[in-house]
């Protein structure tokens, strides 16, 4: 026993003295607090931006944004620059969370950054004061052309029961309701009762056909073909196509949903110079090629885009889609608390329904 | 007829235990980074992880606040037991129910209720805030394994020690220490192995840039597990193996 204490001593020394240390001779000019989205960047642009820059990056990630949201609202650690979603930058632009970007410091967002992605970003951010777009990208069909016949064009396919019980549906209340509403022909920010109720029954009457209400496991099930159809985020439809050439990736005619992950500073950040300069570093171009081939989400960075060596991605219509041609697309705003409690009571029933 | 039924059902308890963990092991050789297609066996996955910095940085802070943190509310659990153990019956028990409440509490209270504590204390957070919270929800499984051994004891082999002239403190590590012993190592080993999958008390109550495991594969969940995870996996797992079959073995040898 007495050999195990000596044991734990010495380990409790030694983690002491590896955590205990910090290195601050190595950079001169401060830190960055980031939080980001787990896997959403290449490590080597981190490094690379320590190296130019001479500012520490203390890198920490989170896996929703709503398990972001109340570290960050509590304030809980002093993180400068996060990359939410859409939908919730406004909520934390409702809740006065966000400080105004010095546009003047930011050259490479401005120069590189298409303007149609900040004219999409206005949904949620009306004056583009807020955030800089890092990556985007649609929802739509992934369907095996093995097993589906017919050109896929339309949500509406989902409910052909031809294919009852090979269809995937996403496992989250948003997306779920846009397929409907935007079936049937509806904003997928309504906060209409009556066409969310219509929405709610046209998903119950689909339920009997699907297979499963998943996540990420669309991906998978949709490369061992599993099923049929599925609704998934573009940014996997690269990946899994990849990986199973028979699968083909459309966006319905009925317009989608195109959601962006955007950098924004928070009010109280500490280090606001150094969180524009790391966001700034981040729209370099050569820095965004690194992080779309890593990341594979597509890029808002056209100058980035440009730099892209693979012409079938380059001009690959699932990651980068002709904009012009789709004018309903539309991007996830933050309806409220009233209309969340209402979505999630009519989630609620389109789950528990059971037809026998 | 029977012992066929019998093997039967140890064979399914067997496969509901393991076949999880023997996918796991399998998948950790695919060479394709999707479960649903074999793409060939690779040790790659494994070549992998030891360059990766990030995950063993994780596995590194897991294991040292595992360690430290059981090691510190083995201790503290063990002190208090013999606390409890002298105080009055009426106070025992309520100093007792107050002990037992952060273990029926919902974990994410916990969390929150820390982070909340931490922020109003202006504490910086890191590895000392995810290493003080997991000391205070080991606290309660030391004393629960600890205590029932407490109760056991003679009194009177104490008091026998203090009258054959041993000090307090050696009567305590000469007679009641070593029949406490069994107690004090489950507890220590509970307490590890505690703070050794907690997820959401250290989701909240970590600061930025660090991360143990658990945090560490829920942040990969939006863009899919990568296989290194697959392969970390597997080798705690077999070390872990390894460990309980040396450790099932010493006795035997003891007995000849």
């Given at each position: 026993?007495?050999?195990?204490?000596?044991?734990?001593?010495?380990?409790?020394?030694?983690?002491?003295?590896?955590?205990?240390?910090?290195?601050?001779?190595?950079?001169?000019?401060?830190?960055?607090?980031?939080?980001?989205?787990?896997?959403?960047?290449?490590?080597?642009?981190?490094?690379?931006?320590?190296?130019?820059?001479?500012?520490?990056?203390?890198?920490?990630?989170?896996?929703?944004?709503?398990?972001?949201?109340?570290?960050?609202?509590?304030?809980?650690?002093?993180?400068?620059?996060?990359?939410?979603?859409?939908?919730?930058?406004?909520?934390?632009?409702?809740?006065?969370?966000?400080?105004?970007?010095?546009?003047?410091?930011?050259?490479?967002?401005?120069?590189?950054?298409?303007?149609?992605?900040?004219?999409?970003?206005?949904?949620?951010?009306?004056?583009?004061?807020?955030?800089?777009?890092?990556?985007?990208?649609?929802?739509?069909?992934?369907?095996?052309?093995?097993?589906?016949?017919?050109?896929?064009?339309?949500?509406?396919?989902?409910?052909?029961?031809?294919?009852?019980?090979?269809?995937?549906?996403?496992?989250?209340?948003?997306?779920?309701?846009?397929?409907?509403?935007?079936?049937?022909?509806?904003?997928?920010?309504?906060?209409?009762?009556?066409?969310?109720?219509?929405?709610?029954?046209?998903?119950?009457?689909?339920?009997?056909?699907?297979?499963?209400?998943?996540?990420?496991?669309?991906?998978?099930?949709?490369?061992?073909?599993?099923?049929?159809?599925?609704?998934?985020?573009?940014?996997?439809?690269?990946?899994?196509?990849?990986?199973?050439?028979?699968?083909?990736?459309?966006?319905?005619?009925?317009?989608?949903?195109?959601?962006?992950?955007?950098?924004?500073?928070?009010?109280?950040?500490?280090?606001?110079?150094?969180?524009?300069?790391?966001?700034?570093?981040?729209?370099?171009?050569?820095?965004?090629?690194?992080?779309?081939?890593?990341?594979?989400?597509?890029?808002?960075?056209?100058?980035?885009?440009?730099?892209?060596?693979?012409?079938?991605?380059?001009?690959?219509?699932?990651?980068?889609?002709?904009?012009?041609?789709?004018?309903?697309?539309?991007?996830?705003?933050?309806?409220?608390?009233?209309?969340?409690?209402?979505?999630?009571?009519?989630?609620?029933?389109?789950?528990?329904?059971?037809?026998? | 007829?029977?012992?066929?039924?019998?093997?039967?059902?140890?064979?399914?308890?067997?496969?509901?235990?393991?076949?999880?963990?023997?996918?796991?092991?399998?998948?950790?050789?695919?060479?394709?980074?999707?479960?649903?297609?074999?793409?060939?066996?690779?040790?790659?996955?494994?070549?992998?992880?030891?360059?990766?910095?990030?995950?063993?940085?994780?596995?590194?802070?897991?294991?040292?606040?595992?360690?430290?943190?059981?090691?510190?509310?083995t201790?503290?659990?063990t002190?208090?037991?013999?606390?409890?153990?002298?105080?009055?019956?009426?106070?025992?028990?309520?100093?007792?129910?107050?002990?037992?409440?952060?273990?029926?509490?919902?974990?994410?209270?916990?969390?929150?209720?820390?982070?909340?504590?931490?922020?109003?204390?202006?504490?910086?957070?890191?590895?000392?805030?995810?290493?003080?919270?997991?000391?205070?929800?080991?606290?309660?499984?030391v004393?629960?394994?600890v205590?029932?051994?407490?109760?056991?004891?003679?009194?009177?082999?104490?008091?026998?020690?203090?009258?054959?002239?041993?000090?307090?403190?050696?009567?305590?590590?000469?007679?009641?220490?070593?029949?406490l012993l069994p107690g004090i190592l489950s507890g220590f080993?509970?307490?590890?192995?505690?703070?050794?999958?907690?997820?959401?008390?250290?989701?909240?109550?970590?600061?930025?840039?660090?991360?143990?495991?658990?945090?560490?594969?829920?942040?990969?969940?939006?863009?899919?597990?990568?296989?290194?995870?697959?392969?970390?996996?597997?080798?705690?797992?077999?070390?872990?193996?390894?460990?309980?079959?040396?450790?099932?073995?010493?006795?035997?040898?003891?007995?000849?």
């Open positions: 026993m007495k050999k195990f204490i000596a044991l734990g001593l010495c380990l409790v020394t030694i983690v002491s003295t590896l955590t205990g240390c910090g290195s601050s001779g190595k950079y001169p000019n401060g830190k960055v607090y980031v939080y980001n989205w787990g896997e959403y960047i290449d490590p080597a642009t981190i490094e690379m931006f320590e190296e130019e820059t001479g500012i520490q990056v203390i890198y920490d990630e989170y896996e929703t944004n709503e398990t972001m949201y109340p570290k960050v609202e509590a304030g809980a650690s002093n993180y400068d620059v996060v990359c939410p979603s859409d939908y919730m930058i406004q909520k934390m632009v409702d809740n006065d969370m966000l400080a105004e970007l010095n546009w003047d410091n930011l050259p490479n967002a401005t120069a590189n950054i298409g303007a149609s992605y900040y004219e999409q970003s206005r949904a949620f951010d009306p004056e583009n004061k807020y955030s800089v777009p890092y990556c985007w990208g649609t929802v739509g069909i992934l369907y095996n052309t093995t097993m589906v016949e017919e050109p896929v064009t339309s949500w509406s396919i989902l409910w052909d029961e031809k294919y009852a019980d090979s269809i995937l549906m996403q496992d989250s209340v948003r997306d779920l309701f846009m397929v409907a509403l935007k079936e049937l022909g509806y904003s997928m920010n309504s906060t209409d009762e009556a066409e969310l109720q219509e929405a709610k029954e046209l998903l119950i009457a689909q339920k009997p056909l699907v297979q499963a209400y998943v996540v990420d496991q669309v991906r998978d099930k949709m490369i061992g073909n599993e099923a049929a159809l599925g609704v998934i985020y573009s940014g996997e439809a690269i990946y899994t196509q990849r990986e199973n050439p028979n699968l083909a990736y459309v966006i319905p005619e009925e317009g989608t949903n195109m959601w962006i992950d955007s950098w924004v500073i928070l009010k109280d950040a500490e280090n606001k110079e150094n969180a524009e300069k790391f966001i700034d570093f981040m729209c370099r171009p050569d820095i965004a090629l690194l992080n779309f081939e890593y990341i594979t989400y597509s890029t808002p960075n056209d100058a980035a885009r440009e730099l892209i060596e693979d012409e079938d991605i380059r001009n690959s219509t699932i990651a980068f889609p002709d904009l012009s041609q789709y004018d309903n697309l539309e991007t996830f705003s933050y309806l409220g608390e009233e209309a969340d409690t209402l979505y999630n009571e009519l989630w609620k029933e389109i789950k528990s329904y059971t037809s026998y | 007829m029977r012992n066929f039924a019998r093997r039967i059902y140890i064979a399914l308890i067997i496969i509901f235990l393991y076949a999880p963990i023997g996918t796991l092991m399998v998948l950790s050789f695919n060479a394709s980074k999707s479960r649903a297609k074999w793409g060939g066996f690779t040790f790659k996955w494994y070549a992998e992880l030891f360059q990766n910095d990030a995950i063993l940085q994780a596995l590194w802070n897991t294991l040292a606040i595992a360690l430290l943190s059981s090691l510190i509310a201790l503290i659990g002190v208090a037991c013999i606390a409890l153990q002298n105080m009055k019956k009426r106070n025992r028990a309520i100093v007792l129910g107050i002990t037992n409440i952060p273990m029926l509490n919902a974990e994410i209270v916990t969390g929150i209720s820390l982070m909340l504590l931490f922020i109003v204390l202006g504490i910086q957070f890191g590895f000392f805030t995810i290493l003080l919270a997991h000391i205070t929800f080991n606290i309660p499984y004393i629960l394994s205590m029932p051994r407490m109760k056991q004891l003679n009194p009177s082999t104490y008091e026998a020690a203090l009258d054959l002239g041993a000090s307090p403190l050696q009567a305590f590590f000469k007679v009641t220490f070593p029949d080993l509970m307490a590890f192995t505690m703070s050794l999958d907690d997820f959401i008390i250290t989701h909240f109550t970590k600061g930025p840039g660090i991360d143990t495991l658990s945090t560490k594969i829920y942040t990969e969940v939006k863009k899919g597990i990568k296989p290194e995870m697959y392969a970390l996996s597997t080798l705690i797992f077999v070390t872990v193996l390894i460990l309980l079959l040396l450790v099932n073995k010493t006795p035997k040898e003891k007995k000849n």
